[in-house]
Structure formats: C-alpha cells, structure tokens
C-alpha cells in the first residue's frame, strides 16, 4: 500500500538508513532530534513492517527492536538470526539463514531467533 510521506516518517526513516543494527522504541526516542509521542512512533514502525520496509524482532529481554530491512531477499520472510549484546545492548541481523523443518501440513508465518552474548567491541 502506497502511504503518503511526512516529515515523522521521513525522520524515522531517514534514522534507520543511517543504522546498522536494529532499534528499539527508547533508542529510536533518544536518537531523534524532534519530539513524536511513543504511538506514533510505533504506528510509524508497524505500517514500515506491514510494507515490508522494516521487520520485527522480538528480543530474549521482552524488547521490540525494529530493523531496516536491507539485506533482506524476500521482505515478508527474514528467516535470519539476531544477535544482541548483553553489554552494549545493540541488536544486529546476521546473515545466516534459518533451516526449519516443520511437520508435513504445518505452514511459517514468522520466526523470532535471537542469540545473545557480548559482541566483539564490548570483549576489548
């Protein structure tokens, strides 16, 4: 569905163009210039999912992180892991793909794969 641009719009997207990992709804406030209330923000975020622009990733601490979908083929599936840093916080996709296996007659609609640890720059 073709929605109409707004300034809102254009500064979220505009900030996770600018991303490499992926963002939750406190980081997304803290790095924004100007003000938007926190439903906005998030029906910003969830129609860029619904267009597949972005996609969701519920997080091991209950967090939504939201990422641009950039390397991803196919939007509406992002059969891939995530990894997030226990120390930094950040939230990154990785490239590995996701081999599952269901039982004949079942159907995928969405897979949530989150490894946690401390990423390279929190070890130095």
Not at 39 to 45: E, F, G, V
Not at 49 to 69: E, R, S, W
């Given at each position: 569905m073709k929605r109409r641009n707004t300034p809102t719009k254009q500064a979220v997207l505009d900030l996770f163009e600018s991303c490499s990992t992926a963002l939750?709804?406190?980081?997304?406030?803290?790095?924004?210039?100007e003000k938007m209330d926190r439903?906005?923000?998030?029906?910003?975020?969830n129609?860029?999912?619904?267009?597949?622009?972005?996609?969701?990733?519920?997080?091991?601490?209950?967090?939504?992180?939201?990422?641009?979908?950039k390397n991803c083929c196919d939007h509406l599936k992002h059969d891939?892991?995530?990894?997030?840093?226990?120390?930094?916080?950040q939230l990154i996709c990785l490239e590995e793909k996701i081999n599952i296996n269901l039982p004949e007659g079942f159907v995928l609609e969405t897979c949530n794969c989150v490894i946690t640890g401390i990423c390279k720059t929190c070890q130095k």
């Open positions: 939750n709804q406190e980081q997304i406030e803290c790095q924004l210039h439903a906005t923000i998030y029906r910003i975020l129609n860029f999912c619904k267009d597949g622009m972005m996609h969701k990733i519920v997080a091991d601490d209950g967090i939504n992180y939201f990422a641009m979908c891939h892991f995530h990894f997030r840093c226990t120390e930094c916080n």
